[in-house]
Every structure is written in C-alpha cells, then in structure tokens.
C-alpha cells in the first residue's frame, strides 16, 4: 500500500514546484511592470497571489495533464525504468515550454496591456519575421533568456531530486484495480481544478475581474492558462438578450447614406503605429507631433477619439473593416477568419476604386497580407516589393520616410479614384530612428518621444510630396493609429481612457468646410461609415459604428480590455466586468478620472446605457457567429 501511492506522492511534490515557479515569475513580471500597475502594494499583491492559486492550478494540470496520465496508467510497463525516464523527459519539456511563454510576457505585456493569448501560437506557428526578430528581441531582452535559463535549471535539479526521493521502479506490486481507481480518482479531481471548481461553467480569463481590480488582472493570471484558456474558447456564444428585431432600435447595422450624389475623391487613411492622443496638440500636454499638430487646424478633428483595439493586428480590421476587438484573438486568426468581410476596399470596388494596403513590415508581419485578401485590396506592397533593404530598420522593417515617399510614388502612377491605407512602423518599439536624425531630433528622456517626431518629419515630407500632384485636392485623408501606444503612463494626462484615446483626423484639401472639431465619442470603426457617408456612397453596407455626419445616429464608443468594457454614451462611461456586469457609472468626460461612481444614484441612465451595450454585443456576436458582416449591394447603375 505505501508503494502504490508513491507516484501520487512524487506528482504532488511536482505541482508544489510548478506552483513555485509561478509564484516566482509573478513576482518577477509585477516588479518589472511595476509602473503599469498603480496603486498596487504588498496586502494587495499577496491577496492577488492568493487568487491567483486556481489559475496556476488550472495552467499546470492542463499543461501536465498527458505527464501525470501516462505515469498513473495501471500496467506493469510503468515503473519500467525506460518508461519512467520518458515520463520525466516529457515533464520537464512541457514545463519549460510552458514556463517559456510565461517569461516571454515579462517584455510582451507592455506592448499589449494583457497576458498573452491564443493567437501568439498563430504568430510563432506561421510564417512571418517572428523567427526573424527573435534574435534582436533576446539581445534587447536578455534578462528574459538568462531566467529562462535559470528557472529551467531549477526545475531540472529539483524535479531530479524529487524523482530521487520518490522512486517507483519497484512499485509494480500495486494490483491492476487499484492502480485504475487512483487513476480515475486524479483524473476527476484534476478535471474539477482545471475548470476552477464545480461552478456550472469553467473560469476564463475574463473571471479575473470578479475578484481583482481590472489593471492587476495581468497579475493574476498566467500566460499558459491566457493561451489554453483563449484557445479552448475561442467560439463566441450567440446571447439573446432582445428579440432579433428589438435591436434596429438600438443599433442599425446596415447603412444607407447617399445624402447627395457620389463624390468619387481618392481616399488615404494613414494608421501611424501607437498614435495616442496624448502625444498630439489634443492630449492637453506636450506635443511631439508639431506638423500633425498644423494639419489639425485645417481637418476636422475628433477630440473624444478611441481605438477599439490594443495590438495591431486587431487595430487596422477596426479601422479599415470597422470590425471592433470583442474576442481573444483578432478575427484574421480566429474561427471566423472566412467570414465575407466589410471593408473599405470590397465596397468601393463598386464605384471603380483601385485598391492598394501599403505596409514596409516584412511579408507576413501580423498576418497583413492575408487581412488584405480578405478585406478586397487588389494590390499590397510590404517590405518585399520595396525591395530596397538600404533602408530597413533591422528589426520591424523599411523606416517612414523613405517608405512614405516610395507610397507617394506609387499613388502618382495609381489609376484615380483610388484607395490606400498605409501603416507606418518607426513609433514602435524599439523605436529606431536613421542615422542622419540622431542629432537633430532632441533627445527626449523616453526613446518613444524621437520616434514620433521621426514619424511626424516623415509625413510631413510625405505631405510636402504629394500636395504637388494633381489628384491631391482630390482626395480624402484620414489620420489615426491602430491603437494607442502602452506608454502613456503620463501624470499630465489625467484620464482613466489614456490607454485608448487616439486622434482622428479627416482632411480634404480641396473641401474647406471639412474644418474644426468634432467633441462627441467616436471610435475607429466609425471611419468606415463617416467616410462612406461623407462621399455620398449610394449602396448599402453592413457597419458597425455610426457615421460622424449623421445627426440621426448615436454617438458611442466601446473598448474592452481583460474582459471588463468601457461603454460611452450620453455623456456617461459604464465600466462592467465580463461585458455585461455593471462596475461602474461616471460622467464622462467630464468625469475623467472616474472618481464619482453614480452607478446606484442613476438607474435610469444604467439600464439604458446598458441595454444599449447587450444590444451591441448580441448584434456583434450573432453577426460574426452566422457570418452576416456583408450585405449585398444593390444592382444599380455606377
């Protein structure tokens, strides 16, 4: 009898270590991340830790859960001495994987403001410059591989000495039946751990909020449950929280403008990679774009502008589909990814628009190349069909300035009316600037500052170029970012959505009465229907948001970061955890640190605001779940 529960002994001693680890890593990725997670202290930290226990417990016995099969199988062949040299080789393999990802979080999550999910498998698994960067990002972020290896070493020398201490190979007198019930047994209690408890539906990420403040939710959990819990439920359920047709009267998502006769301009929109808000004339503190700031008196600029997104690859389906970030991972990657698509460039295809995504990354970087296929682009342009490495950063790919004139070329040649969306790259991190600027931009205390004002020369230059072309009063630009950058941790910028305010910027140079600002909430996925609105596009379409031009739809924005959404509208910001669980309600913006909850002083306000957010989510996921993000154009004439 003591014999037989010998594997169970050296299986608990395994998870105690793995708990361990994780322990440790947390600690190391708070204090490496300290400045993102304010207000945090070491009750709060400790009660977090706590917590954070059914995840860790989650992550390991799913990660381990073939290891701890394999060693409680009830044959004779187990305590073999091959076998059990297997089994250890295979515990060891699948925890540094697992501990890998972990650790690799420590310099992700800045760049993302969340653990990681399931899509980084599709990153590291396809191809791209994932493998590419890696070298750079180990040089930049070498504390990362030296405890990678550390902790690897850890976990061999202490998983041998418990191996040592707990041997099996002469443990083969345990009877078959007994063998089995201990198998079964673990397996059912590991089953229950791994969803969490016996609650009728398992914990997920977005769980994290119901016990943590929504800024320390990255501490809370691990990145192999992010991963196995984003990959796992990656579907989106199908709510029905109105009767289907209840809900054009909250949002109609298909659009039929043509207030006047089609204005067939060009139309660039410009994504400049980490644009918030705060680094412009609008953000209320220093500016590091000064030519930016100068178009802004000719444009009309949107002042309470927010980005549906946090990573790239979900910002620009937002901006140039108007496909708002409500899942794990962006829709190019999900489970969705056939779904027919509304896009700037399947629509103007209609009104004879040639179609270009113009992006100096290397070929693959985000999957770009493929969104352009699935948004209708005819052409794309990356890093390969610049063909030019001369001007490569080393890392992202060809730096702004040279890139934006070689997309102001391209345009020259293009036949007219056109659409191209280019995607700067240079404020990105590491945020390398040229040679011939590293003594003519000012050397600001954050390194993300330069890059900037490298970006803002860029477009500066790229606008000086394409003002002496013919089609150039001829068209429409937009200006705004995939998302904001995760650097915006400023004191002078005293609002609790710094993390998505972002600049919208129309500006037609041949249309002065597209001039001043617009200071109600709009959103990246309004661009698509207010452009569309403002050329005077006579077919219907399928949108999302609500066009900026249109006194008849109302003005609202979503963002959702960690599961807990921020909803604003009629002057007011409902912050609920899970989507749809009230947190809060604040007078928004005039309310910009949140500091006066009214959630029980204005029931009125809650339920309509609220009801207006069920009815979003069920539009968007019903939408997406019966691929209804197309409607067809009418036949009639161009």
């Not at 000495?161 to 007198?173: E, F, G, M, V, Y």
């Not at 079964?184 to 403040?213: K, M």
């Not at 997104?309 to 829709?331: C, F, R």
């Not at 999900?334 to 990354?361: D, E, I, M, Q």
């Amino acid at each position: 009898m003591k014999n037989s529960i010998i594997p169970i002994k050296r299986i608990g001693l395994q998870f105690l270590l793995l708990l361990f680890l994780y322990f440790i890593s947390r600690c190391l990725f708070t204090v490496i991340n300290l400045h993102h997670f304010e207000g945090i202290s070491f009750p709060v930290f400790f009660n977090i830790c706590i917590h954070a226990l059914r995840y860790d417990t989650s992550a390991i016995l799913s990660v381990n859960a073939l290891y701890i099969f394999l060693a409680l199988l009830p044959f004779k062949f187990v305590y073999k001495q091959g076998w059990e040299r297997f089994t250890r080789i295979l515990f060891i393999v699948t925890n540094i994987l697992a501990l890998l990802f972990e650790l690799s979080d420590w310099a992700y999550f800045p760049f993302i403001m969340k653990r990681a999910s399931a899509d980084v498998l599709n990153m590291v698994s396809k191809n791209g410059d994932v493998w590419h960067l890696l070298p750079g990002f180990l040089v930049r972020f070498w504390h990362i591989p030296l405890s990678m290896i550390l902790m690897s070493g850890v976990l061999i020398k202490l998983n041998k000495l418990i191996c040592d201490k707990t041997p099996i190979q002469n443990s083969a007198t345990s009877p078959v039946w007994r063998a089995s019930i201990r198998l079964v047994l673990v397996a059912v209690i590991s089953v229950i751990a791994i969803r969490g408890g016996l609650q009728y539906v398992p914990i997920n990420t977005r769980n994290a909020v119901e016990v943590v403040d929504n800024k320390y939710v990255p501490i809370l959990l691990n990145t192999p449950f992010s991963i196995i819990n984003t990959y796992t439920n990656s579907k989106l359920e199908d709510p029905a929280y109105f009767p289907e047709r209840e809900l054009p009267q909250y949002f109609n998502t298909h659009k039929l403008y043509a207030q006047h006769p089609f204005n067939s301009k060009n139309v660039v929109v410009i994504i400049v990679e980490g644009l918030s808000k705060v680094y412009t004339k609008i953000g209320g503190a220093t500016s590091y774009t000064p030519f930016l700031d100068s178009l802004m008196d000719a444009s009309l600029v949107c002042t309470y502008a927010y980005a549906n997104a946090m990573q790239s690859n979900e910002g620009v389906p937002a901006v140039i589909a108007g496909m708002p970030d409500m899942m794990d991972e962006p829709i190019t990657t999900s489970a969705y990814s056939t779904n027919k698509l509304t896009a700037f460039p399947n629509l103007l295809k209609y009104k004879g628009y040639t179609t270009a995504f113009y992006h100096g990354g290397t070929n693959g970087t985000m999957s770009f190349d493929l969104f352009s296929i699935m948004a209708g682009y005819d052409k794309y342009y990356g890093r390969k069909e610049y063909n030019n490495d001369e001007d490569y950063d080393g890392t992202w790919g060809i730096f702004d300035e040279p890139y934006l004139q070689y997309v102001a070329g391209n345009l020259n040649t293009t036949k007219q009316p056109f659409f191209a969306s280019v995607f700067t790259l240079s404020s990105h991190e590491p945020f390398k600037i040229p040679t011939q600027y590293e003594n003519s931009i000012p050397a600001d205390t954050f390194i993300a500052h330069r890059a900037l004002r490298y970006t803002d020369i860029s477009l500066r230059k790229f606008f000086e170029t394409v003002s002496k072309q013919a089609w150039y009063k001829n068209t429409l630009f937009i200006i705004t970012a995939d998302h904001s950058s995760p650097m915006v941790d400023r004191e002078e910028f005293a609002d609790k959505l710094k993390n998505f305010s972002i600049p919208i910027i129309y500006f037609a140079p041949g249309d002065s009465s597209l001039k001043g600002h617009f200071d109600d909430f709009t959103q990246q996925i309004d661009i698509l229907p207010s452009t569309l609105d403002y050329l005077g596009y006579d077919k219907p379409f399928f949108a999302f948001g609500n066009s900026i031009f249109n006194e008849n739809e109302k003005r609202y924005a979503f963002t959702q970061l960690n599961g807990e959404a921020s909803f604003m509208m009629n002057n007011s910001l409902l912050r609920c955890a899970n989507f749809i669980n009230p947190l809060g309600l604040f007078k928004y913006p005039e309310d910009k640190i949140l500091g006066q909850n009214i959630l029980e002083k204005n029931k009125a306000l809650l339920n309509q605001n609220l009801d207006y957010l069920k009815a979003f989510i069920q539009i968007y996921n019903s939408s997406v779940i019966h691929n209804k993000l197309w409607v067809e154009p009418e036949n009639k004439k161009q």
